[in-house]
């Protein structure tokens, strides 16, 4: 059994939406800080928003802070990202993580990145101009 599935990825024109998905089940579904992080070719990790499971506290890469929305549902154990405003530069391999320890407990996004303790196998987001 996958622990994360991603689903919602697509192509879009600048300046439209996407919403992604992610349904975490078995062990996954316990962690307590989940969030997205994106990948391009050539390019490594960043770190795009995350979400404390149990309070609901959010954090914003600055790059897409004001355009993308972190949301969960606990009951469904599902995490959404909402994308507002797409840029040509948010396109990315979009992979849904989680980590055992809190959100707060890592030096920022990039710390959070390097620390995930599941990902999913990712959704491809590509943004046109």
């Known amino acids: 059994q996958v622990p994360l599935v991603e689903s919602g990825g697509g192509s879009v024109q600048a300046g439209g939406s996407l919403r992604l998905s992610c349904v975490a089940s078995?062990?996954?579904?316990?962690?307590?800080?989940m969030g997205w992080f994106r990948q391009s070719p050539g390019k490594g990790r960043e770190g795009v928003a995350i979400i404390a499971a149990g309070g609901g506290s959010t954090y914003y890469a600055d790059s897409v802070k004001g355009r993308f929305i972190i949301s969960q549902d606990k009951d469904e154990n599902t995490v959404y990202l909402q994308m507002n405003s797409l840029q040509v530069e948010d396109t990315a391999m979009y992979y849904c993580?989680?980590?055992?320890?809190?959100?707060?407990?890592?030096?920022?996004?990039?710390?959070?990145?390097?620390?995930?303790?599941?990902r999913g196998q990712g959704t491809q987001v590509t943004v046109s101009s």
């Open positions: 078995g062990y996954a579904s316990s962690s307590v800080c």
């Open positions: 993580a989680g980590t055992l320890r809190y959100c707060g407990g890592f030096s920022g996004l990039s710390g959070w990145v390097q620390s995930v303790d599941y």
